[in-house]
């Protein structure tokens, strides 16, 4: 399947708790973002990576640029850095990653590859409990069937371009792409089981473990 890339980088860090854009930091002498560039740079299915910065970051992004790889203007939320991003797709099938995902891998761009509209996702560890804002329990939701979200999500372009222009409309703000497919769509989503090692570096400690996991990651090969 030949395919786009939409990798995101136009979030502010606000969790945290510095002050620069968090897909900046380096994991080994490596900016966060240029480990999922690098990725799918390598990867002879994908035809464009589309670069999303804001706008006053994009002289960072400038020595990244080529005839395959374009820069998209993000906006205010993730969902309106991916409606921009959208305007550039010309593949058939688009993924559409977070670049605050550093540890994506070959193997699971070809899973995504053979099931269109499909996400990576993992099981969820914990016990989830549903609460009400009092803080009473309501109930244990069976954890059997929950999957923790993540990217790459893998989508057929007009698909999800559809779905973001109906999410558009209808000001709906889903947290992921898959989830407008879900409300405005007319396919299912699947999931492919992810890794555990797919964490999107997001409050302080992240930042550590992404360190540790890339270092047990050049320690076994
Ligand atoms: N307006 C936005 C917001 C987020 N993102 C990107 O979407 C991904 C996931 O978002 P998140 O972790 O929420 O990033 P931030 O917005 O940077 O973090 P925070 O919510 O803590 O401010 C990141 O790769 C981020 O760069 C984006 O491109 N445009
Ligand atoms: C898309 C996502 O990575 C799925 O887990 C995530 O929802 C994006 O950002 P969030 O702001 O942390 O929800």
Do not use: W
């Not at 302080?204 to 320690?219: N, Q």
């Amino acid at each position: 399947m030949k395919y786009d890339a939409i990798i995101l980088a136009a979030g502010s860090g606000r969790r945290m708790g510095i002050n620069k854009n968090k897909i900046f930091l380096s994991i080994d002498d490596k900016p966060i973002f240029q480990y999922s560039v690098d990725l799918f740079k390598a990867d002879s299915d994908c035809q464009k990576i589309i670069l999303v910065g804001k706008k006053e970051e994009q002289g960072i992004f400038t020595s990244y640029l080529s005839e395959n790889i374009v820069f998209a203007v993000g906006g205010q939320e993730r969902q309106d850095s991916v409606r921009n991003a959208l305007k550039l797709v010309e593949s058939d099938y688009v993924m559409i990653h977070d670049g605050a995902r550093p540890f994506i891998n070959q193997r699971e761009l070809n899973c995504l590859k053979k099931k269109p509209n499909s996400i990576l996702a993992v099981p969820v560890k914990d016990t989830i409990k549903q609460v009400e804002s009092d803080g009473k329990i309501k109930q244990t939701i069976p954890r059997e069937t929950l999957f923790s979200a993540q990217t790459p999500q893998c989508f057929q372009s007009d698909l999800i371009i559809n779905a973001h222009m109906e999410a558009f409309e209808n000001n709906f703000l889903g947290t992921d792409d898959a989830s407008l497919i879900e409300e405005f769509g007319e396919v299912s989503v699947s999931i492919v089981e992810g890794s555990y090692n797919n964490i999107k570096v997001t409050t302080p400690e992240d930042i550590l473990m992404a360190r540790l996991i890339k270092e047990r990651m050049s320690t076994n090969g």
